[in-house]
């Protein structure tokens, strides 16, 4: 049920998840949760635009798929009042995320694992 997409975004397919968490217990990063209640009546009051999941999968962030599909921003980094999230194409060094990792120091989780985050947090 999880894959990575073209973009390099590890995606999770929710209707092939069986629901046994050997995903949650592999991921180094400890990014994923599991729906122990049916989230489906709640999602279409928060984003109706997100596909639906059923209780019983393993859920991870996709950093809004579905966003990025409309040439839109994660959600999170859109609604973030103080701009303290950037999301942009790491491999377009003109992009405003390339730009901010040249002139910062950012750490990665689990680097010397050899999971190549594409997550990158900035030291002030």
Known sequence: ATFKNKEGIVMMD??????C???????PFGARSFNW??????VKKVNPEYPTRMKGVVEKCLFCYERLAQGKI???VE???EKALI???LADENSEVSKILKERVALRRKAELGTHPSVFYLID
């Open 79 to 81: 609604a973030c009042p």
């Open 87 to 89: 999301f942009g194409d």
């Open 37 to 42: 209640f049916d989230p489906r009546p709640y």
């Open 14 to 19: 929710f209707h092939r998840c069986i629901g």
């Open 74 to 76: 994660p959600a999170c």
């Open 21 to 27: 968490r050997f995903c949650m217990a592999a991921c």
